[in-house]
């Protein structure tokens, strides 16, 4: 068993209710600037305390796939995402996420021309097929467009794009460094894309009027979710094979849904619990021996 990777799933599980509870007082890219902007910098400190020349390891090319990774994966991913969990739930966004994997296999086939067998044919259907149950709720109709929630839902489905695109374009770059001393500058430029929005976005000069339970949730946010939650999963995934850790990933939604019933007062709806299963059983049938350990990171 592994106790970090563990803890970064209950971190990231969390995240959706964490994000939730600030929002009710702070802007989305307010809130989203902060929360990088305390993971960079406490991921810049671990890096520069093992290398301080870590940021020369990197070619001037290099540093063109972390500007193009930031925008997309940090940046661009986030904001999708974020603008939908503001008109979806959090257990709705904590099982749509669950289909990310199958959206980089579908992505990796693409572009990478990466082979598909019958298996991940069927897998990618049930994912697809759990995933409209939980948008739908087993109701089926044009009405379901005019719902704001379901607006919320095709947002944070349509950031799994972002994800597969930063997953499957990065995959060489990523490959070429230390998990950790490859996610810092690419979260540090993420953060400094974001920092200009948030500005124009004019949320800051409310940062001094917000409660004291939004604070612990950007805390939460930065501290736990961006900083300690990779540094965690990352670590993990130098010491276990990615198959084994990825496994973890399959608990995600469950936290998430008891969190957002504890803390939020969602409704559990049993087409849900069974869309996600569905969901969750094709992920495995598209993954199974082909978990990616860098495909999921995007809490």
Request: with cysteine.
């Amino acid at each position: 068993m592994s106790w970090p990777a563990l803890w970064a799933i209950i971190f990231w599980g969390f995240s959706f209710i964490a994000k939730k509870v600030v929002m009710r007082e702070v802007q989305p890219l307010t809130l989203l600037t902060l929360r990088f902007g305390m993971g960079a910098f406490l991921l810049l400190l671990i890096q520069l305390h093992k290398n301080k020349r870590f940021f020369k390891d990197f070619s001037y090319t290099d540093w063109i796939y972390i500007l193009l990774l930031a925008a997309v994966g940090i940046a661009g991913h986030s904001i999708i995402q974020i603008y939908g969990l503001m008109y979806s739930t959090a257990i709705n966004t904590g099982w749509i996420i669950a289909i990310y994997p199958i959206l980089i296999t579908i992505t990796a086939y693409l572009f990478l021309e990466e082979k598909i067998s019958l298996r991940k044919i069927v897998g990618i259907i049930l994912g697809f097929l759990g995933v409209s149950l939980v948008i739908s709720k087993g109701e089926f109709s044009l009405s379901l467009f005019r719902l704001t929630s379901t607006y919320g839902d095709f947002l944070v489905l349509i950031s799994g794009v972002t994800w597969a695109a930063f997953t499957v374009g990065g995959r060489g770059f990523l490959s070429r460094f230390p998990p950790l001393v490859a996610i810092t500058p690419i979260m540090t430029i993420g953060f400094l894309i974001l920092l200009p929005f948030s500005g124009l976005e004019g949320g800051w000069k409310n940062l001094f009027h917000i409660s004291l339970s939004a604070w612990i949730g950007i805390l939460y946010l930065g501290i736990f979710c961006s900083f300690l939650a990779y540094f965690f999963w990352y670590s993990a995934l130098e010491k276990m094979d990615s198959s084994i850790i990825g496994m973890y990933l399959y608990l995600e939604p469950f936290v998430t849904l008891i969190g957002a019933y504890l803390f939020l007062d969602e409704e559990i709806q049993w087409i849900t619990l069974i869309g996600g299963g569905i969901t969750l059983l094709g992920v495995y049938l598209t993954t199974w021996k082909n978990l990616d350990k860098n495909s999921n990171k995007n809490s």
